[in-house]
């Protein structure tokens, strides 16, 4: 794995490579003695970067895309600009990219909208025995009787957080069994959703590392995943996929 040095913008959600980036990624692309680069998502300059560069070298490439629908902001102006941003770097991926796929057959279908022929479903997943235990259940402190509900996110508005807590809240009362809320991630929100929201059946985590968070995936019944941002979320369209 490669940590690339990047500068944060629009609210830490877009990387833009610092100086130096690009002679690290060549190296180690390089360096790496491989066939085909898989390549995650093609909203970022970085990703756009590794596309050339693995042309240049002769690699075969895939680009695996997860989004289903342009992205979004609060302003009309900014989601107009996100939309030319998005095409400007995808038009410019395709250039480079051997061949392009999606996390679902719905990101498969999207990337029509760029006239790309997307050939390939990669569906997100892990093997959850293929790790080191973690005692992040029992830190939790959750009954085995208990319910468990979860959210796993960034804490910014645009992930659906706020929508989330407060129809959970709402209909807490009316429900006769024991239920909890484990809210996973760091952000913005966090200080405030915590003080907001101290209520015994919602636990704010903060951060989890890999381990922890498949532990967490592994003992929740619900999990909840629709950001305002992209209302077509691909957990949408898993009835349709398998």
Not at 48 to 56: E, H, I, S
Not at 137 to 166: C, Q
Not at 204 to 211: A, D, M, S, V
């Amino acid at each position: 794995m490669l940590y690339l040095p990047a500068h944060f913008i629009v609210g830490d959600r877009l990387a833009i490579p610092r100086l130096g980036a690009r002679r690290m990624m060549k190296k180690a692309i390089n360096e790496f003695n491989a066939d085909t680069t898989f390549i995650n998502t093609n909203l970022y300059f970085h990703v756009m970067m590794a596309a050339k560069l693995t042309k240049k070298a002769g690699l075969k490439s895939l680009c695996i895309c997860h989004g289903t629908g342009h992205i979004t902001a609060d302003s009309k102006l900014v989601t107009g600009v996100l939309h030319r941003y998005e095409h400007f770097i995808t038009n410019s991926m395709k250039k480079n990219i051997t061949a392009f796929g999606g996390v679902s057959k719905a990101c498969c279908r999207y990337l029509k909208h760029f006239d790309i022929d997307a050939k390939y479903v990669v569906y997100n997943a892990f093997e959850h025995t293929d790790k080191e235990p973690t005692d992040i259940i029992e830190r939790l402190n959750i009954d085995k009787d208990t319910t468990v509900l979860s959210f796993a996110a960034r804490m910014i508005a645009e992930k659906g957080i706020l929508d989330l807590l407060k129809a959970y809240t709402k209909v807490l009362n009316n429900v006769d069994k024991k239920c909890i809320l484990v809210v996973a991630g760091d952000g913005p929100l966090l200080d405030t959703l915590k003080s907001e929201y101290k209520n015994a059946s919602i636990i704010f985590t903060g951060r989890l590392n890999h381990n922890e968070m498949i532990d967490v995936l592994n003992a929740v019944r619900y999990m909840y995943l629709l950001p305002n941002t992209q209302r077509d979320c691909l957990h949408l369209y898993w009835k349709q996929d398998f």
